[in-house]
């Protein structure tokens, strides 16, 4: 290896940097550089001892915690395909390669496309090409359902990548998350294909290549209904939340287990609670943030449960909040966010906290936005900055007491 | 004094209503969901801003300082009703569907703006000149937007069908929201290509 890196630091190097030939394509030289190996390059300026953890490798951190999501993700896929479209006999590996089709060329695409906006500011304006990209690029197409076109996979990504972050300055300067804002891009302009009923569970009337593949002759020619928990419970009159989820098939231990149709990544509490322990070992993600979220979302669930409202969701016992739908996956991965999400500690637990409070106020009050907690993370990550700036004008203030009373006594 | 050119074309792309000075941005974000609406709000802007310039200019060395802005008001208000009834004279679809931001011209900003910060300094023609620069630089914004709004939202221009009938329309280009995107990136176009920075 060491006799490879050598050439490259010899022979190729010289290239791209200032005077080469290739020197507009620094960018694309340097991520593949620093992705491989740690430079040998010393700093310039003040802090000179630094953490051998970068950047790039907090990011990687976050996909390796994301791999249960992703596993189950696929198998959950092929699994309500095959559960739904009455395919006989469907083995374990039936499923995964019948999940594999659905969400690997979601999962490619939004890489490719991501990866090309990615890339081409970075030559543009001359910045790093960041892991951060690894991340939002996975992340997106878990929150997305799994027969999503894949030009809407496109599209959404690359809204994401240049209006969530590029326009604001690439990683580091964006005030939103950037895989939430093309998802938010994709359920305003194309609702009906990332809400609804008729998305969640692919049906093989639409995909005849991947049937053609598989040698599988579709029963029928209609679409696939399936609800998820949450429009169930949103669309419950009459009886109770809880009667209505029971009715369709819901009880909270295949919620847990996430067996049920839903958005990719996002159905599974145990695959994200495995990726919950690996973050909060390495300690890439912000516990404070996690668990005052969840908090939050007891808490305010607990409240509906209280007051006297005619309304059935109000009614569902505040626990079904944290494992219905995509709350866990959001505020585990989405919001913690180190850019996006308030960087103060106490900014942290009521950034946090007010999260999981929105997503069941938006869930509850609004029968429109079934899921609340992307609407939640994206109204907070505007006001995260403003959080941080009240809780150190509280510090200082406090200081300032306290240096008062010290100078007085 | 600047050249006549200077004050029609100047508020087209340097001093652009919308773009750099931000008025007018909510009939921007109103009236543009499609091309028909977003061409007959400037043909009435136009109207209103360049004869209430006229008009307040003429009467510049009347009016008295203490209640010019009453004044500006009754002008412009008296135009926007003319404007108003002339619409539903001749195109009453296309007035019911501009519904009430007709009525809103008086509240634009970039009219009174114009009457306040040149009419009332500046000989009539100047004046006149001014308010049509203004009315053009307001329409070239408006009209732009719902192209791009039209365009993507329903697959048509001034309503023909430019895309096949499969596309699929993209639902946020006719939301609120949708046009401040648009604006937004207008202005960003705009800006790297003036190298204008805000301070």
């Known amino acids: 290896m060491k006799f490879l890196f050598d050439l490259q630091d010899k022979y190729l190097a010289p ?114 090409i960041n892991e951060g990209f690894l991340v939002s690029g996975m992340l997106f197409p878990l929150t997305l359902a799994p027969t999503t076109p894949l030009w809407q996979v496109a599209l959404g990504i690359a809204f994401g990548i240049i209006i969530g972050k590029e326009i604001f300055g690439g990683v580091g300067y964006n005030v939103l998350n950037p895989a939430l804002t093309g998802r938010a891009f994709l359920f305003f302009a194309y609702p009906a294909q990332i809400s609804g009923d008729q998305v969640w569970v692919g ?158 106020i938006i869930r509850v009050a609004n029968p429109a936005y079934p899921e609340g907690i992307m609407l939640a993370i994206l109204f907070m990550n505007v006001m995260a900055p403003m959080i941080d700036h009240y809780v150190v004008q509280g510090h200082i203030k406090q200081r300032t007491k306290l240096a008062r009373a010290l100078n007085h006594a | 004094m600047a050249s006549a050119k200077k004050l029609v074309t100047d508020p087209f792309s340097d001093n652009n209503p919308i773009t750099v000075q931000a008025l007018g941005v909510c009939s921007a974000l109103a009236v543009t969901v499609s091309l028909q609406p977003a061409i007959v709000m400037t043909l009435a802007l136009t109207f209103v801003v360049t004869a209430s310039n006229l008009i307040i200019s003429l009467l510049r060395k009347v009016i008295p300082g203490g209640i010019r802005m009453i004044v500006e008001m009754a002008v412009i208000a008296s135009l926007v009703i003319v404007t108003d009834q002339l619409l539903k004279a001749y195109l009453f679809d296309v007035s019911k569907q501009l519904s009430v931001f007709v009525g809103l011209i008086i509240t634009n900003c970039i009219v009174m703006g114009r009457a306040e910060a040149f009419a009332l300094q500046n000989p009539p023609k100047a004046s006149l000149l001014d308010g049509l620069g203004n009315g053009v630089g307001y329409g070239i914004i408006l009209i732009s937007v719902a192209a791009v709004r039209e365009f993507f939202g329903f697959g048509t221009l001034y309503g023909f069908k430019i895309l096949p009938e499969a596309y699929m329309g993209n639902g946020l280009a006719l939301l609120a929201p949708g046009a401040f995107i648009v604006l937004g990136l207008l202005i960003w176009i705009q800006r790297s290509f003036n190298k204008f920075v805000e301070e």
Request: with cysteine.
């Open chain 1, 15 to 128: 290239l791209f940097e200032k005077g080469g030939k290739f020197e507009k394509l620094y960018p694309l030289f340097e991520a593949g550089d620093t992705f491989a190996r740690t430079p040998g390059d010393v700093t310039k300026g003040a802090p000179h001892v630094r953490d051998s953890i970068d950047q790039k490798r907090l990011m990687i951190f976050v996909i390796y915690a994301l791999t249960p999501c992703i596993l189950f993700g696929i198998w959950n896929a092929g699994h309500q395909f095959n559960v739904h479209n009455n395919v006989e006999e469907a083995t374990f590996l039936m499923d995964m390669i019948r999940g594999s089709l659905m969400v690997l060329p979601i999962i490619f695409t939004s890489y490719l496309v991501g990866g090309i906006c990615e890339v081409t500011f970075a030559l543009i304006r001359k910045h790093e």
């Open chain 1, 203 to 360: 049906s093989a009337s639409k995909a005849p290549l991947v049937n053609q593949i598989m040698g599988y002759t579709p029963t029928t020619t209609d679409g696939v209904t399936m609800a998820t928990p949450l429009g169930v419970a949103a669309s419950s009159e009459g009886v109770s939340a809880q009667a209505a989820l029971a009715d369709a098939g819901y009880s909270l231990s295949n919620m847990v287990s996430g067996v049920i149709p839903g958005s990719i990544g996002s159905t599974s509490v145990i695959a994200i609670l495995l990726g919950l322990g690996y973050l909060m070992i390495t300690g890439v993600a912000s516990s404070r943030i996690i668990f005052s979220g969840i908090a939050g979302a007891a808490a305010m669930g607990a409240l509906f449960n209280l007051l006297p409202l005619d309304n059935s969701f109000a009614a569902l016992p505040f626990y079904y909040h944290i494992v219905m739908g995509g709350f866990l996956f959001g505020i585990v991965f989405m919001a913690t966010d180190p850019v996006s999400a308030a960087a103060s500690n106490r900014g942290k637990l009521i950034y946090g906290f007010l999260i999981g409070v929105l997503t069941v």
